[in-house]
T-cell receptor, first 116, second 110 residues
Framework: DTGVSQDPRHKITKRGQNVTFRCDPI?????LYWYRQTLGQGPEFLTY????????KSRLLSDRFSAERPKGSFSTLEIQRTEQGDSAMYLC??????????????FGPGTRLTVT | QKEVEQNSGPLSVPEGAIASLNCTYS??????FFWYRQYSGKSPELIMF????GDKEDGRFTAQLNKASQYVSLLIRDSQPSDSATYLC??????????FGPGTRLSVLP
């Protein structure tokens, strides 16, 4: 399977715990995006990387959220001290950025987080 | 004003009819436009993208872009019950992130 993969697919955690999600993009893609989606809404941008550089982070993202892409390949998203409001689907997507511009973006299957 | 707007629906069409989904955006610098299909509980699946004014056809799908009116649409011909899903419009300005609309829920009635 050469698509975007995410792990785990489902995560149930208790409020106050830390969680970490992993995303493996399509191998030739240099951009990687994280989104959050709640029921009835479109994906909400969180952050994106070009190679290992984090180029943009949403103003809506609290300090409890951090993302890394240390070698420009896979990425991790960590949520510290989870709150019930963090319950959502966390989506990863990747694309190729190069001339003539950013190409299409493809999503992974998502990680569904439930905070109890 | 939200950056990308869509009617939330549900839009109901009979099987075999044409479904028309609409999207407006606020950023005049937007350059790329995408339509995703999302089934309940699944992640978005890219079905169409369009970069230039006019129409782009791919099978039963046609995307239409009018940058002057800041409007992009998706037509689905010969709608099938399997087309029932939420359709997300996404817009990107060069070098920046993708902004998604809230989605339109389509129901194709057999």
């Amino acid at each position: 399977d050469t698509g975007v993969s995410q792990d785990p697919r489902h995560k149930i955690t208790k409020r106050g715990q830390n969680v970490t999600f992993r995303c493996d993009p399509i191998s030739e893609h240099n951009r990687l995006y994280w989104y959050r989606q709640t029921l009835g809404q479109g994906p909400e941008f969180l952050t994106y990387f070009q190679n290992e550089a984090q180029l943009e982070k949403s103003r809506l993202l609290s300090d409890r959220f951090s993302a890394e892409r240390p070698k420009g390949s896979f990425s991790t998203l960590e949520i510290q001290r989870t709150e019930q409001g963090d319950s959502a689907m966390y989506l990863c997507a990747s694309s190729f950025h190069g001339p003539p511009g950013v190409r299409e973006q493809y999503f992974g299957p998502g990680t569904r987080l439930t905070v109890t | 004003q939200k950056e990308v707007e869509q009617n939330s629906g549900p839009l109901s069409v009979p099987e075999g009819a044409i479904a028309s989904l609409n999207c407006t955006y606020s950023d005049r610098g937007s350059q790329s436009f995408f339509w995703y299909r999302q089934y309940s509980g699944k992640s978005p699946e890219l079905i169409m993208f369009i970069y230039s004014n006019g129409d782009k056809e791919d099978g039963r799908f046609t995307a239409q872009l009018n940058k002057a009116s800041q409007y992009v649409s998706l037509l689905i011909r010969d709608s099938q019950p399997s087309d029932s899903a939420t359709y997300l419009c996404a817009v990107r300005n060069y070098g920046q992130n993708f902004v998604f609309g809230p989605g339109t829920r389509l129901s194709v009635l057999p």
